[in-house]
């Protein structure tokens, strides 16, 4: 995996940095993020996407890890981000407004394609290698999407 190594740091960098400065916001914004039924759980849905890329590129980045064992890592990290994240999803439908729920069932959809995307590409690292990195690339790359439109909400929209 040497080869992918710079391109994992690079999403270890970036999703840290962004998950710290999500926390500042979101500590900016607390008592307005609190007041909104759903919002609590939207800055809970950026993080665990964040945390997401961050635990994926940090097992990715393991020297001397067989294929194998790094596709069934990524593999169960993918399966227990779906979990929590559709988890986080159904909890706060509730709570999203009639007029934007529309817009959270469509990104509930998009999520769950992107973390579904990383036990896909555990179970390609598992039957053929690390031809699976190339299915954790849309995954961290929608991932980061979501979890800056999350934040824009949280941090300039909620004070609109």
Do not use: C
């Not at 997401?52 to 593999?75: H, K, R, T």
């Not at 990104?107 to 973390?115: K, L, R, S």
């Amino acid at each position: 995996m040497t080869s992918w190594d710079n391109f994992f740091v690079a999403q270890v960098g970036a999703s840290a940095a962004l998950a710290g400065l999500l926390f500042v916001g979101i500590s900016i914004n607390m008592a307005k993020i609190v007041a909104t039924p759903s919002l609590p759980d939207r800055a809970l849905q950026a993080l665990a996407l964040l945390f997401g890329i961050l635990l994926v590129a940090s097992v990715l980045l393991v020297p001397g890890q067989a294929v194998v064992n790094v596709g069934y890592e990524v593999g169960a990290l993918g399966v227990a981000l779906f979990a929590v994240t559709l988890r986080i999803s159904v909890r706060s439908l509730g709570g999203v407004p009639a007029r934007y729920r529309r817009w959270h069932v469509g990104e509930t959809g998009v999520v769950g394609i992107a973390v579904l995307l990383y036990p896909a590409a555990g179970a390609v690292m598992v039957a053929a290698g690390t031809v699976g990195n190339y299915l954790v690339v849309p995954a961290f790359l929608v991932s980061f999407v979501v979890a800056i439109i999350d934040s824009w909400v949280l941090l300039v929209e909620i004070n609109r």
